[in-house]
């Protein structure tokens, strides 16, 4: 509520680059980093069309990013990214561990990209973390862990070309999913049914996180 006792929109999220695309493809790259709300983004543009899984994976995710081997192997992984590019015109996929490319080719090798980058307070995610280890020491190192590579991820992200481009309150988004999802569909500028709409709002659990295609269906 402001001054003058009336109640303000919610601010879930911050548009941090301006860009438009000729053409329907379009493609989104959820930034974060782990345990920092990227899956529930995910689980959202998957939700309202993008494909986000080939086999409609449990974290929403591509098979080859989730391999440890392939994070490391550039070639393999921009050679993926263009097979699945070339089949499909809306698609989508989180990757916590963007910045072993180099933002330009990472960039380049994306038909009309669109990135979301979802943030989370470092301490929450710290305790995402250490579930069951309630350790002092521990808490301190993974804090400094988590503060290191919201760091590097910003770095990443501030040398990336003109695109259009999202920051997201995790927290907020959780709070207020209505108002969540109707920004997402604004931001990608997808024209969608008021059912696909409501399936993807049921994809943001109250609890915190989000449910599995097979949940929001009971």
């Known amino acids: 509520m402001n001054e003058f006792g009336l109640v303000e929109p919610v ?5 941090l680059c301006e860009h438009e695309y000729d053409g329907p493809r379009k493609t989104v790259v ?3 980093i782990g345990q920092g709300g990227t899956s529930l983004v995910g689980a959202v543009a998957d939700a309202l069309g993008f494909s986000f899984s080939d086999k409609h994976q449990f974290l929403y995710n591509f098979e080859c990013w989730s391999r440890p081997r392939f994070s490391d192997n550039e070639e393999e992984f921009f050679s993926k990214i263009k097979q699945i590019d070339s089949r499909l015109e809306l698609w989508g996929f989180k990757y916590h561990y963007v910045f072993r490319y180099p933002t330009q080719r990472f960039h380049d090798a ?20 250490c579930q069951g280890e309630a350790n002092m020491a521990l808490e301190s190192q993974s804090l400094q862990e988590v503060i290191h590579a919201q760091n590097r991820l910003w770095d990443w992200v501030r040398q990336l070309p003109p695109a259009p481009m999202l920051g997201i309150s995790y927290q907020r988004a959780v709070l207020y999913p209505t108002e969540f999802v109707d920004a997402m569909i604004a931001f990608l500028r997808v024209d969608i049914s008021p059912e696909r709409r409501e399936r993807a709002i049921r994809r ?4 915190g996180g989000y449910l599995t295609q097979e949940e929001t269906s009971k």
């Open 11 to 15: 601010k879930i999220t911050t548009t």
């Open 204 to 207: 943001i659990s109250p609890a």
């Open 110 to 129: 994306i038909t009309n990209p669109y990135y979301l980058v979802v943030t989370k307070d470092a301490v929450s995610v710290m305790q995402r973390r």
């Open 30 to 32: 959820v930034l974060g």
